[in-house]
């Protein structure tokens, strides 16, 4: 694989792990791009709901997922998420959206066109891609592989806060509650469930704060750039 750009930085976890700000945050430090997975699940569970999707009709979805258009837009630093051409960048981070995802995500043709199409905009490397089976399945090859994770409390806490912050009407409880069905789901689910790769470093971010994490995630990677050379 060409890597002219950098190696390709797999980050996978459970929900509320802090994947995509650490993600969002490394691939800055490193001038690298972040390809936030869960984001372009969401968008397509968004088109889901929008099309009144049966997702127990097999040909249904296979048509959905052939037609459906997803895309990461880089817009001054930020990214935003496209699909079928519309802004869905903050739409789809509700409670709502993030149940149906963890569904949504489980059917064997999303998931077949959403690896295509991470593995198309990461294949020259230099990019950060959080998920939860970018080290198992997407991209089982990538130079650096990291499992985040934290308690079920904590993560819960952290969603919660987010809500919170983006004005979404809801409670610990139910957030905490929410945080560990959707782990559930999408660690029981037969295609590509949620589970560490065997080479991957596992880092547990309780008690830890953002900056603690990305300066041990660093580290790491200029250990393995420099071993790579
Ligand atoms: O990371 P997130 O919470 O935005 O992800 C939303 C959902 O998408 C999550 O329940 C699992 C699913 N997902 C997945 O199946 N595979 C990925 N690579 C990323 C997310």
């Known amino acids: ?41 969401r968008a397509m569970s ?28 880089l817009d001054n630093g930020t990214t935003r998420v496209i699909a079928d051409g519309q802004d869905v960048t903050h739409k789809i981070r509700t409670p709502e959206i993030s149940m149906l ?3 949504i995500s489980a059917l064997s043709p999303v998931r077949k066109a959403m690896m295509t199409l991470q593995r198309q905009m990461g294949a020259k ?8 089976d970018i080290g198992t399945v997407v991209f089982p090859d990538a130079e650096l592989k990291f499992f985040l994770s ?3 409390e904590e993560r819960g806490r952290r969603r919660f806060l987010e809500l919170q912050l ?23 689910r037969e295609l590509a469930p949620l589970r560490q790769a065997g080479d991957a470093i596992a880092i547990d971010s309780t008690g830890l704060s953002i900056d603690e994490v990305i300066a041990q995630m660093e580290k790491l990677y200029y250990k393995r750039i420099s071993e790579k050379d």
């Open 1 to 41: 694989m060409n890597r002219e750009r950098g190696i390709v930085i797999a980050v996978d976890g459970p929900s509320g792990a802090g994947k995509s700000t650490i993600s969002r945050a490394l691939s800055k430090r490193l001038g690298y791009l972040e390809i936030d997975t869960g984001a372009m699940y």
């Open 101 to 103: 995802t963890s569904k």
């Open 150 to 152: 934290a308690s079920a």
């Open 166 to 188: 983006k004005g979404v009407d809801t409670s610990l409880e139910a957030t905490i509650e929410n945080v560990t069905k959707r782990d559930r789901q999408d660690s029981e």
């Open 125 to 132: 490397g230099g990019v950060v891609l959080d998920g939860r």
């Open 46 to 73: 968004w088109l889901a709901r929008e099309s009144n999707l049966d997702i127990d009709d097999p040909l249904a979805v296979e048509q959905f997922a052939q037609k459906a258009r997803v895309e990461l837009q």
